[in-house]
């Protein structure tokens, strides 16, 4: 009976390990993450330890690298301050002091102006105050600072109406 038992215990134990395999190959997991995944799928506390201490072990679940991973996506593709993301990690379980060492190293004014670029080309002909409204809004939503905001905003105003050729005097 006891061997039955461990048998059992031990094809648990590979159920779980790739049920995790494969909820780690789509991208990086945090720890919690990755435990809330294996409840939800019915896996007991002791065999997701277990699993959890393999993958570890292995280099394939790490708190520190899945926090970096989601900083440095959020910065390339989805710019937000410092507070969203941090945010976003304590959400997904990662350890405050994890936290603190990531996020400390964005810079708050650059991601604002990024992200004010991908959505400027949509208010070139705004006047300034939709401009200001709408563009404002948007980076109010990633989390920057009335600051922050209202450098960026000046900033992209000043560089658009540089480019906006009805705005310069007429060479002629």
Do not use: H
């Not at 970096?68 to 002091?97: A, H, I, M, N, Y």
């Not at 708050?108 to 401009?131: E, G, H, M």
């Not at 600072?145 to 900033?155: C, D, F, H, M």
């Amino acid at each position: 009976m006891n061997r039955i038992t461990a048998l059992q215990g031990q094809g648990n134990f590979q159920k779980c390990l790739d049920a995790s395999l494969r909820y780690l190959s789509y991208r990086p997991r945090g720890e919690a993450e990755l435990r809330a995944r294996l409840t939800q799928r019915g896996f007991a506390g002791d065999i997701q330890d277990a699993v959890i201490i393999k993958l570890r072990d292995q280099g394939l679940v790490n708190d520190s690298a899945f926090a970096q991973f989601w900083k440095d996506t959020r910065d390339t593709f989805r710019p937000r301050s410092k507070w969203l993301t941090g945010l976003e990690l304590r959400r997904k379980g990662v350890d405050t002091e994890i936290i603190d060492r990531v996020v400390d190293t964005i810079d708050d004014k650059a991601n604002a102006y990024r992200a004010a670029l991908s959505k400027v080309r949509q208010l070139s002909s705004a006047d300034y105050p939709t401009f200001q409204r709408r563009l404002g809004g948007y980076l109010q939503r990633r989390g920057f600072n009335s600051g922050v905001i209202k450098g960026t905003l000046e900033r992209i105003w000043q560089e658009q109406k540089r480019l906006d050729p009805m705005s310069q005097p007429d060479l002629q």
